[in-house]
């Protein structure tokens, strides 16, 4: 069964340095999705990528972060330079279409310190 | 602005019992409802997706119920097993200008016990 995949799957880091996240969306989906669930709260939509481009974003989604679709198969996340309050659990999704199922993958525990 | 509210927050049930979770929200413009179950530690899982004409709509043992009028969605497990214990998160779909957002629940945290 087709599976959203990504990697790592824990992730240690500085306060201050960059981290890029990795996902490989599901081969014939179309829309991308970043979420992220801070430890113990809800889940918090961060971004939505489609036809090689941002279609929204929530207000957590500031100049420290970026994504990009650089190979036709991977979706990555990054931030430039880590806070402490970044440290969270990180989910890629990705759909088809609209109205259509959101597959996630397993997550990236990122871990400021 | 948009919001979905879940209750409980936790339930603990007897293996083997019935069980319903609640979801209200003040999402707009509506495009569709989403009930997913998390394990600890993973990515949610979709257990139902239902738009506005839908009221009923089942996965297995669990099944969704979704009054677009008050605005209201359930998810009921019938005869529930210990694999069933998760979050539950309600999440609904608004499209605004052609983008899509979800908004998440807080979840209700499911524990079967033996």
């Known amino acids: 069964e087709p599976e959203v995949t990504q990697t790592p799957s824990h992730q240690v880091t500085q306060m201050g340095q960059e981290v890029i996240l990795r996902c490989v969306p599901i081969?014939?989906?179309?829309?991308f999705y970043w979420y992220r669930q801070i430890l113990g709260q809800k889940v918090e939509f961060l971004v939505s990528?489609?036809?090689?481009?941002?279609?929204?974003k929530s207000e957590i989604f500031d100049d420290q972060f970026s994504v990009e679709r650089p190979d036709g198969s991977n979706f990555t996340l990054k931030i430039r330079s880590t806070k402490l309050e970044d440290s969270a659990m990180y989910f890629c999704a990705s759909s088809e279409g609209r109205n259509t199922e959101a597959f996630f993958g397993q997550g990236t525990r990122l871990t400021v310190v | 602005k948009n919001q979905v509210e879940q209750s409980p927050q936790s339930l603990i049930i007897l293996e083997g019992k019935n069980c319903t979770l609640q979801?209200?929200?003040?999402?707009?413009?509506?495009?569709?409802l989403r009930w997913y179950k998390q394990d600890t530690g993973r990515g949610p899982v979709s257990l139902t997706i239902m738009t506005f004409s839908e009221n009923t709509k089942s996965n297995g043992r669990y099944t969704a119920t979704l009054d677009a009028d008050t605005k209201q969605s359930s998810l009921h497990i019938t005869a529930s097993q210990l694999s069933d214990s998760a979050s539950y998160i309600c999440v609904v779909s608004a499209y605004d200008f052609g983008n899509e957002k979800l908004t998440f629940g807080t979840g209700t945290r499911l524990t079967i016990i033996p």
């Open positions: 990528f489609y036809n090689n481009e941002i279609s929204e």
């Open positions: 081969s014939n989906h179309l829309y």
């Open positions: 979801c209200n929200y003040t999402v707009s413009p509506f495009s569709n």
